[in-house]
């Protein structure tokens, strides 16, 4: 196969022209974010409260200077810079001992020149190479910040004030480019961080790794927060010293996983949710990556994040280039609340699609626990009316409506409707659904193909798989090859075609199964370490259009539950299914995880059935609600069952969030007690509106105790000088009082009844409001 083939792919390897250097200078802005000290090539990148600085030294080489509170502009910061020369340290040449890279705090560091720490990025060059020699050229400063050519990223369409800073360096002996971005959005306190190379060469090179971020830090005295779990136990938080050496989190399942997520954090040993340092990285991609810290021997912590490089490489031909996934790096010195706030602030503002940036999530109800793939038109009909009644806004059509498939070992990848189950069509069930005045969603799983397939039969070729090797099924299924574009435009105008017939409202995106046997048949022997960077950029592609043809459909992407929560999904799809594990108990944990990295929001989280599927659990219907209010709210069981006084509480939790949806949903969100800390038996929360006048704190014990010790609750972000009351309670409490001195809680279990009832698993629920 000719390399040229690869070219009709989804805007990869776009050719350049190679442009002369850019001005020096810009027009200065009166909230000038970015500062450039030109004699000194010092860049001191500031924020609302922050200050991020480099400088270039000798030889070209970018040095990090420093990255945290915000500092007073300056020259130059040489003591910032200091650093004693090491006898066992190669030095950069003979006449200059003193100047040794392994030493050095880098932006960007390279392999095999005298830095021993793993680098941010390797090129093999057609000699078998691996040396290179990016030294600084010129930089650029560009107000604003537009969004990378396939590729999920983030954007100014607010003119918020951000700009722009590209470093450009060169090797000139191959003729390769690199240029590094730093976008500043300064009232978030978040700086974008990515990395592009350009081969100006006669020959091709090969990427190796190529990272998005790096970052060193000066001292190694920081907790590694990662978010860690499996399916149906996504995101629990795990707090780990730094030691010696490396400690990495990292995906290798083409998806960002269950059992990572992309965000991490290193925070201050004494740092709370309320005080203390803490550094927030999180990457715009959603699949194989990196985040790693490496502490060396003298205690300098390199951070890493982006693309995996076990499972990458690019082959860079002449007048082609590599756009790396961009990374976000945010700071604050008042705790793991604040930095999850700026960064909820900073998703929605700028890189959520603005339709959806306030736009409320609407109330669902999934059919998917009430009737799994046994159903008929008359049986989906009978809950979409009760969920009518009960003010429900939507009703989802989930699996097994397509195809034959009655179970899951068929029709994945046969986007027509089963007529022995919808005999007058989807579109027709729709119309139903709508005339009922309810908005109607879909479930499809794109990536995905069975064996038992009228695609399979026609397409065969399209399967990932190695030639002449075995192919693992994953829950009975395989993975389409969305490396390819024919695929990609297939699949797309099957959905195209549904989308239209139905005048779809909602589109639940599922991906129920990791690649394995990587390998396509489009790609040449030496390019297909290039598949899993290439298949995601198909699914991008596929998003993209979708999202651009039919912009009022709301997307929900899903990964077997929370296998794919991450921003380079959010791009697309402005909320995700949490996890598949529904049991109310066990989504205190998850949720509480994602919180530190996702807003709100973006959790799809609905009330099920009990028993529990996943644990076999019984908890109380309001239990389940007051979880599930805090995300994307919605019902996931067969509601036309349910007894008169089960319907009327649902109607009653309906109305109730209808009423305070925004607030829930784009409320300032507090953590206040975790299930990660002590015994982990009390979770609370409260989100608190723009003004300061409303909130809702709720307070979750898993099992209650007898002559249980006094407890008191301690609220958070309310304006200490304004007085409020707790449900419509008689006494006023000025904000400072709620916030020091707490609130009592007594007692969950009521011993004057007759008839004893488990107050196992509760919850209660605060409403805090202004006085007038």
């Known amino acids: ?91 950069y040449s003979l006449d200059e001992p003193t100047f040794q890279k392994g030493d ?81 959005f300064p009232h978030q306190d978040v700086i974008v961080r990515s990395a592009n190379f350009k081969n100006h060469g006669v020959e091709p090179v090969t990427l190796e790794a190529a990272l998005s971020a790096q970052l060193d830090l000066p001292d190694k005295h920081y907790d590694l927060i990662q978010f860690s779990g499996t399916w149906a136990r996504e995101r629990h ?49 959603s699949g194989d990556f990196l985040d790693q810290v490496e502490v060396d021997q003298w205690d300098v912590s390199r951070v890493l994040v982006g693309i995996n490089p076990s499972e990458f490489e690019w082959q860079l031909a002449p007048d082609k280039e590599f756009q790396t996934p961009e990374a976000i790096l945010s700071y604050t010195a ?33 059919n998917w626990e009430a009737t799994y793939f046994d159903f008929d038109e008359p049986k989906l009909l009978t809950i979409a009316k009760q969920a009518k009644k009960l003010g429900i806004e939507m009703f989802v059509l989930d699996d097994g409506w397509f195809g034959h498939r009655d179970d899951d070992h068929t029709s994945l990848g046969d986007w027509f409707v ?18 009922l005045g309810l908005e109607f969603g879909l479930w499809f799983e794109p990536e995905m193909i069975s064996i038992d397939s009228e695609l399979y039969q026609k397409h065969p070729e399209w399967l990932i798989h190695a030639p002449k090797r075995r192919a693992t099924p ?21 959905m195209s075609q549904v989308i239209e017939d139905t005048k779809l409202d909602y589109i639940k995106w599922d991906m129920n199964r990791y690649i ?29 259009r979708l999202t651009k043809a039919y912009p009022d459909v709301l997307f929900e992407s899903c990964a077997s539950g929370g296998g794919r929560f991450d921003l380079g999904m959010m791009y697309y799809a402005p909320q995700a299914w949490t996890s598949d594990d529904t049991d109310a108990v066990e989504r205190l944990k998850i949720q509480f995880g994602t919180s530190y990295g996702y807003p709100q929001s973006m959790m799809g989280a609905h009330v099920s059935a009990v028993p529990n599927e996943q644990t076999g659990r019984i908890t109380s219907l309001e239990t389940r ?78 099992l209650n105790h007898p002559n249980a010790p006094y407890d008191r609750l301690y609220l958070r972000g309310l304006n200490p000088d304004k007085q409020y009351r707790i449900n419509d309670s008689e006494e006023t409490y000025y904000g400072d009082e709620l916030m020091n001195a707490g609130i009592f809680v007594g007692s969950e279990f009521d011993d004057s009844v007759t008839v004893k009832q488990s107050a196992d698993f509760s919850s209660r629920r605060f409403m805090i409001n202004v006085v007038k």
């Not at 442009?19 to 450039?36: D, G």
């Not at 604003?144 to 590209?166: C, H, Q, V, W």
């Not at 994953?474 to 099957?494: A, C």
């Open 1 to 91: 196969m000719q390399v040229s083939a690869l070219e009709n792919t989804f805007n990869l390897d776009e050719t350049f022209p190679r442009s002369a250097h850019q001005p020096k200078h810009r027009k200065e802005s009166p909230k000038l974010a970015i500062h450039v000290d030109e004699k000194n090539q010092t860049f001191h990148l500031q924020t609302d409260h922050t200050s991020y600085i480099f400088q270039v030294l000798a030889h070209g080489i970018l040095a990090q200077v420093y990255y945290g509170k915000k500092i007073h502009v300056k020259p130059q910061y040489p003591d910032l810079l200091q650093h004693e020369m090491k006898t066992d340290t190669p030095a």
């Open 104 to 184: 050095l705090k880098q932006e960007y560091a390279d392999t095999g020149t005298g830095d021993f720490r793993r680098p941010a990025y390797q090129v093999s060059q057609a000699n078998g190479s691996r040396i290179t020699d990016f030294q600084y050229d010129h930089y650029e400063v560009v107000q604003g910040k537009k969004r990378l050519p396939g590729l999920p990223s983030t954007f100014d369409d607010t003119e918020d004030d951000a700009e722009t800073l590209i470093i450009h360096l060169t090797d000139q002996l191959i003729q390769l480019d690199l240029e590094l971005s730093y976008t500043v």
């Open 237 to 285: 938080l795990i707090r780990t010293p730094l030691r010696s050496g490396i400690q990495a989190l990292d995906s290798v399942r083409t998806t960002s996983s269950p059992q990572q997520n992309p965000f991490m954090m290193l925070a201050r040993p004494n740092t709370t949710d309320d005080a203390g340092d803490v550094f927030g990285f999180n990457l715009i991609y």
């Open 334 to 366: 008042d705790g793991m609340n604040q930095l999850s706030q700026q960064l909820a602030d900073f998703y929605g503002k700028h890189l959520v699609d603005p339709k959806y940036r306030r736009m409320e999530r609407p109330i669902l109800v999934n």
């Open 418 to 435: 089963d007529q022995k189950k919808l005999p007058d069509g989807i579109g027709a069930f729709a119309g139903e659904v709508h005339n």
């Open 474 to 494: 994953g829950r009975n299924q395989y993975v389409l090859d969305f490396s390819r574009p024919e695929v990609v435009d297939y699949i797309y105008e099957m």
């Open 516 to 544: 394995t046997e990587m390998f396509s048949a489009n790609l040449p022997a030496d390019r297909q370490l290039e598949m899993p960077h290439r298949y995601i950029l198909g699914v991008y592609n596929l998003y993209e």
């Open 625 to 702: 609600a007051n979880v599930a209010f805090y995300g994307a709210f919605g019902y996931e069981l067969d509601i036309s069952k349910m007894s008169d006084e089960e319907a009327e509480q649902v109607k009653e939790q309906v109305a109730f969030y209808k009423q305070h949806r925004a607030l829930y949903q784009f409320g300032k969100l507090y953590r206040l007690d975790s299930p990660f800390d002590g015994d982990g038996n009390v979770m609370s929360w409260v989100v608190v509106d723009d003004q300061q006048d409303h909130a809702i704190a709720t307070r979750y014990q898993l």
